[in-house]
Nanobody, 123 residues
Framework: QVQLVESGGGLVQTGGSLRLSCANS????????MGWFRQAPGKEREFVAF????????EHADSVKGRFFISRDNAKNAVYLQMNSLKPEDTAVYYC????????????????WGQGTQVTVSS
């Protein structure tokens, strides 16, 4: 069973950086595709990035490509989202998610979710 806990959110100025972490307390972390999603007030949850089980393939949304980078450390049961050149439109609650049987950008296909961490980018 996967239990996910995000950390690393906060308030940052435009152009700044943050690194989000997602820790998993389960023993099967390496069996999951891991994803990051975000949800801004009044908007639907949207895909940010995912990384496959081995860590050797990932995808990022066009809106964050070249600025955000997903990575994972299976030995530490953790996945990370390095966010650079942050913009006010990146302001959202960021969620970590795990998918047991798919590699997908679709939030509905993920099996487990963290509680979210707030990222606020001031202009």
């Amino acid at each position: 069973q996967v239990q996910l806990v995000e950390s690393g959110g906060g308030l940052v100025q435009t152009g700044g950086s943050l690194r989000l972490s997602c820790a998993n307390s389960g023993r099967t972390f390496s069996s999951y595709t891991m994803g990051w999603f975000r949800q801004a007030p009044g908007k639907e949850r949207e895909f940010v990035a995912f990384i496959v089980r081995s860590g050797d393939y990932s995808e990022h949304a066009d809106s964050v490509k070249g600025r955000f980078f997903i990575s994972r450390d299976n030995a530490k049961n953790a996945v990370y989202l390095q966010m650079n050149s942050l913009k006010p439109e990146d302001t959202a609650v960021y969620y970590c998610a795990a998918a047991a049987s798919v590699v997908s950008r679709q939030a509905r296909l993920y099996d487990a979710w963290g509680q979210g961490t707030q990222v606020t980018v001031s202009s």
